[in-house]
């Protein structure tokens, strides 16, 4: 069994997977030495983590890692991954990104693909049929634009995408305005990316879509296209990264 730890930006996540599934998974803010503690003696099968940060590197925490599972792969810009990387500067990449896509072709072999994470950032990232991670670009997230909108202007008030309140093109109130505008505007945006990657294609050759992170189904359900909603896409990607590294010394 393997154990993934992606701390992001916003949560850190604990992950034990077994044969490329997760059999369990919590998120915090931050994970110490007890929360290590409490999964692997849920999961004494536990013997090999990887371990991938947006944060500074906590190498008290790593070295924890590897003291109690045995074998810690720290997942860097020059750990090999199976996918071919052509991005300009990998050393700025970040890890979810690429974690992210190389889950994503691990569910989809053989495929173009597109892959759109919904977290305080939106990143939209393709990976060629031939399994090339070519890339992808960045704006901000849904709950980053509402705020932006509140702190950015003196008048305008703090909003957010929740309730049943349909989606309009007209705003008839300035909460409906500002709702609308910045929930569609990502729609728009993200349809924008998928009618300009399919125009020149076949339908059977258009990429296939993923969507991760936690405003991924809210924009399923109004992006009209076939989409698979992978929400621990980059778990799974960091798991099938350290069983390819399983062959080498896991450094």
């Not at 994970?31 to 099968?45: F, M, N, Q």
């Not at 505007?185 to 924008?192: K, N």
Request: a negative charge.
């Amino acid at each position: 069994m393997n154990l993934v730890v992606d701390i992001g930006n916003t949560f850190a996540k604990l992950a034990v997977m077994a044969g490329g599934e997760v059999v369990y998974a919590q998120a915090e803010p931050t994970i110490g030495g007890e929360t290590i503690d409490a999964v692997l003696s849920r999961y004494p099968a536990v013997d090999r983590a990887i371990l991938s940060t947006t944060r500074l590197a906590d190498p008290e925490l790593e070295a924890y890692v590897e003291h109690r599972v045995g074998h810690l792969l720290r997942f860097t810009a020059a750990t090999p991954v199976p996918l071919r990387n052509l991005y300009a500067t990998p050393a700025t990449l970040g890890a979810d990104r690429l974690a992210a896509a190389v889950g994503a072709w691990g569910m989809a072999p053989g495929r173009e693909l597109l892959i759109v994470d919904f977290g305080s950032a939106i990143t939209i990232d393709r990976v060629s049929a031939a399994g090339e991670y070519l890339g992808g670009n960045i704006s901000p997230g849904l709950a980053m634009r509402f705020e932006a909108l509140h702190r950015l202007t003196d008048r305008l008030p703090l909003c957010d995408a929740t309730g049943d309140e349909p989606l309009v093109l007209t705003g008839r109130d300035t909460r409906q305005a500002i709702r609308s505008g910045v929930a569609l505007g990502i729609v728009y945006e993200i349809e924008g990316y998928i009618d300009r990657l399919t125009s020149k294609q076949a339908e059977n050759d258009s990429p296939t879509l993923f969507f991760a992170g936690r405003d991924a189904n809210f924009f399923a359900e109004r992006v009209k296209k076939t989409i698979f909603v992978i929400h621990d896409l980059v778990v799974r990607g960091l798991d099938r990264i350290l069983e390819y590294n399983a062959q080498f010394n896991y450094k």
